[in-house]
């Protein structure tokens, strides 16, 4: 068993908000309207909407929740989107970090991830930050101290996370950072069951032959998993139901006892995220119909 640390008990309020479950069970609750969250939204748009144009799509497609994506152009909206989705009653779950060694260190986190933290910290909400690395951070380094340097860094995010009553998930972006068994053990050196995961289903298609064997590891920790059609070949974004693979993996995930939220991605490039939110969950509904 993780325990906790005294830092992060300072946070178990922040950790009871941010990892809670849905308080029913099975499959009908897992896919229920209310346990979805869109994902991938703000980048992927070819409407380029602003934050209140996004929440009124979310609120038209049934959306109570999303955790918000970025690239630099976006960063300024954050303290607009957090004020208008508290107004709107649509919860901002989380939060994209992305730390990218030539510009984040531990201790000293480059403009990008500090304007993050500071628009969370203003709006005084309570928050998941779902945590990728580029592959340089790794870079160089062998097996052990990539666990080591990894840990150090969530360790760091944590403590940060604490400061505005939020929590750490760490997110399978690729790389070796990308292996569950990988992130499994920076978990296991960090210590502290605060920090949890988010697993995507968009980034794991070399998982596919294994899923089954590590699934029963990673279900204690999720915070979300993001769907995504699944076929080995690829292509990486493919609508949910249009692969081959995705309705034996959630059939999977429930039976693990897996309820926590799904993440609907908006991830296609130049197409209108309103379409393929809806495509997503159209997609959804059909393959989880009884």
Request: aromatic share 8%.
């Amino acid at each position: 068993m993780i325990k906790r640390t005294p830092l992060a008990r300072f946070g178990a309020l922040a950790v009871a908000l941010a990892a809670a479950a849905p308080s029913s069970h099975g499959a009908s609750s897992l896919f229920a309207q209310e346990n979805l969250l869109a994902w991938c939204i703000v980048p992927y748009d070819s409407k380029h909407r602003g934050p209140a144009e996004r929440l009124a799509m979310l609120q038209r497609l049934g959306f109570t929740q999303y955790v918000w994506d970025w690239r630099a152009r976006h960063l300024e909206q954050l303290p607009e989107e957090l004020r208008l989705a508290r107004e709107a009653g649509v919860r901002v779950r989380g939060v994209w970090l992305w730390i990218d060694e030539t510009q984040d260190r531990v201790g000293g986190l480059g403009a990008s991830n500090e304007a993050i933290f500071a628009a969370v910290a203003e709006a005084d909400t309570p928050m998941e930050y779902w945590v990728g690395f580029h592959d340089n951070v790794f870079e160089g380094l062998d097996d052990e101290a990539r666990v080591h340097e990894g840990a150090a860094f969530v360790r760091h995010l944590r403590d940060r996370a604490v400061q505005t009553g939020g929590t750490v998930a760490l997110y399978n972006h690729g790389g070796w950072f990308g292996e569950p068994e990988n992130q499994l053990r920076i978990l296991a050196a960090v210590g502290d069951d605060s920090v949890g995961m988010v697993y995507n289903f968009h980034h794991a298609h070399d998982h596919l032959e294994r899923f089954a064997e590590f699934l029963p590891a990673i279900v204690p920790h999720l915070r979300a998993v993001n769907l995504n059609g699944m076929r080995p070949e690829g292509p990486k974004i493919l609508p949910i139901g249009a692969g081959t693979h995705e309705r034996e993996m959630l059939r999977r995930l429930s039976a693990a006892g897996y309820s926590g939220p799904l993440g609907i991605l908006g991830h296609v490039d130049d197409a209108d995220v309103e379409e393929t939110l809806r495509t997503n969950l159209e997609g959804l509904r059909r393959i989880t119909a009884p």
